[in-house]
């Protein structure tokens, strides 16, 4: 069964950094998008980075400048997080768009906590 662990997160002053990392486990054959999703309180989840199987990135515009995706292996990818600020806050979701036992797949992860501190 295939599965995204995330770690990382927590809480932070406005200005500061965060690491999230997100490792997929599991009978996993090829994985072609893996990237970071966010969800604030009353808010529909959105796109924060994604990252493809030949390294092309795409970043949501709030964003770009500050964060950066990177894999640290096939099945790792790593968001470090800069100058971070309070609308930052949210939930942070890993994506992984991915061929396993059933086919090609959408999984996510359980979440991790992002809270920035004005």
């Known amino acids: 069964q295939v599965q995204l662990v995330e770690s990382g997160g927590g809480l932070v002053q406005a200005g500061g950094s965060l690491r999230l990392s997100c490792a997929a486990s599991g009978m996993i054959f090829s994985i072609n998008v893996m990237g970071w999703y966010r969800q604030a309180p009353g808010k529909q989840r959105e796109l924060v980075a994604t990252?493809?199987?030949?390294?092309?990135t795409n970043y949501a515009e709030s964003v770009k400048g500050r964060f950066a995706i990177s894999r640290d292996n096939a099945k790792t990818v790593v968001l470090q997080m800069n100058t971070l600020k309070p609308e930052d806050t949210a939930v942070y979701y890993c994506n992984a768009d991915l061929r396993g036992l059933s086919g090609r797949r959408n999984y996510w992860g359980q979440g991790t906590q992002v809270t920035v501190s004005s």
């Open positions: 990252i493809t199987s030949d390294d092309s």
